[in-house]
């Protein structure tokens, strides 16, 4: 069993029914870090999905913030294989049905609640829906 560390990457301008577009407005922040272990990529994107979508926890006991939105389509999950060798990171479009790889990094990506804010998928710490 292979251990993964994935970013999720929250989409902005989606309205869910629309894959991930080069340009999209991401964000992330540490509570959108998961550790899964997993036998495969398809196993551990499944798993991030699952848990995005606030069933389950990660490798390291974590849930998914309340204070975030659901993992939906539109939605980039930055997926790093850990192994002896090395790590390998290629990101995943959350798509309609299952995910398509996208290759490296996006380019619009924001770090932190204020961007998770700003994008509009996340509410700031300490606020009630």
Do not use: C
């Amino acid at each position: 069993m292979a251990s993964y560390s994935a970013t999720v990457l929250m989409n902005g301008d989606t309205n869910f029914l629309h894959s991930y577009k080069e340009g999209d407005r991401l964000g992330y922040d540490a509570r959108t870090i998961l550790h899964v272990p997993a036998q495969d990529v398809d196993a551990a994107l499944n798993r991030v999905y699952a848990i995005g979508n606030r069933h389950g926890r990660d490798a390291l006991g974590r849930e998914w913030s309340s204070d975030i939105r659901s993992v939906s389509i539109g939605d980039v999950i930055w997926l790093v294989t850990v192994t002896d060798e090395g790590t390998v990171g290629t990101a995943y479009a959350v798509e309609p049905v299952g995910f398509r790889a996208l290759g490296g990094m996006p380019t619009s990506v924001e770090y932190g609640e204020v961007g998770l804010v700003r994008i509009g998928v996340a509410r700031p710490a300490g606020v009630d829906a």
